[in-house]
């Protein structure tokens, strides 16, 4: 908890001294960027959450929202907001980004003073203007303003940070590389909300999951073959003898119909002896890939990867590792971040047609 924290205050340090920023102690009011919109709402769901806890006297629960938006702030917010920081020109979204992750880092040290004292005086007393208390121990508690949350929003960020959660996920279990860029993502969703969540977000989800499109697919069949099981836990009681014979007519199902049974109509199949209704609870659906995409469903969101790799997509991840071992180099060496270097390169073979070929995103 504590790293991370001072990572993000770090970064925040780091950058508004390069830049002389001089904050002013105000958040912005409506930012254009939708990123900063959407953490300084995740601040005050920050500040109710703590709030509703300690009222309560629920110490260990008022702890979960803080560890929350520690990782919100650091993996998502500063993460994604990084090129607005390092631009060479002080334009209007440069200065409400950093308005946006001063006004944050002061919430977050006021919300987390109680818990750990420490960290968050030293953070505290840096980022003061001279009209704030001196310690953070004798400023004011936070208060939480409802007209400030921006809920949809939130929301939304949630959908798509959930989406690129089951991306990244099917990249660990196929040993897919990050950095190694992939041809294309597949997105199905039976919850036209997230649908339009998706396609509006689109280039958050390419550039997170380091793929050269986004291809929105009409239904998961296209993706996937079905197949249907009984689900006994719920049949089992109801068809007794029956069940043989409901294994069949299950396992006949064609991906129309298993289709639209988790799309919540109900089916009515015919054992001979009686009929039954079959509906979404009834069944258990297997999914085997096809199209070789890797795929990942979870509720009404299905996601596949396209593994196929040409020479271009190799040679791209190939720069990519490169200019890791060079960020890394640069850390390790002690240089600044405004410090400019000249490199060289020794390289033979498949790099070094991937380094002539993507010699200006190096």
Known sequence: VIIPLWSGYTF?????????????????????????????S???????????????????????PIVHFIDQLNNWYIRRSRRR?????????????????YSVLKTLVKIAAPFIPFVTEAVYRNLRTESDPESVHLADYPT????????????????????????????????????????????????QGERRVLREME??????LNVKEVVFRENEEELVEFQAKPNYRVL????????????????????????????GTTLNIDLGTRTIDLTEESVTVQRFEKENLKVL????????????????????????????AVQNLRKDSGLDVTDRVVLYVDAQNNLAGAIQDFEDYL
């Open 236 to 263: 089992g009681k109801e068809l007794g003898k029956d069940m043989k014979k409901a294994e069949e007519k299950i396992g006949a199902l064609t991906a129309h119909e298993i289709q639209s049974l988790m799309d």
């Open 203 to 208: 280039d958050i989800i390419r550039d997170e």
């Open 42 to 64: 995740e601040a005050e769901s920050l500040v109710d959450g703590v709030t509703r806890q300690l009222d309560q006297y629920d110490i260990q629960k008022a702890i979960e």
């Open 144 to 191: 939480a303003d409802p007209a400030q949350r921006d809920t949809d929003l939130e929301w939304k960020m949630g959908t798509v940070q959930r989406t690129v959660s089951m991306g990244r996920a099917l990249r660990r279990m196929h040993d897919l590389k990050t950095r190694q860029p992939l041809k294309a993502i597949h997105l199905v969703t039976r919850n």
């Open 297 to 324: 469903n979870e509720g009404s969101l299905t996601v596949a990867l396209d593994p196929e790799l040409t020479q271009e997509l190799v040679h791209e991840g190939l720069v990519r590792d490169l200019i890791r």
């Open 85 to 101: 920081f390092w631009r060479s020109e002080n334009d209007s979204d440069k200065q409400e980004a950093y308005a946006t992750l």
């Open 12 to 40: 925040f340090v780091t950058y508004a001294n390069i830049d002389g920023y001089s904050p002013d102690g105000t958040p912005p009011e409506n930012p254009s960027n939708p990123l900063d919109r959407w953490i300084l």
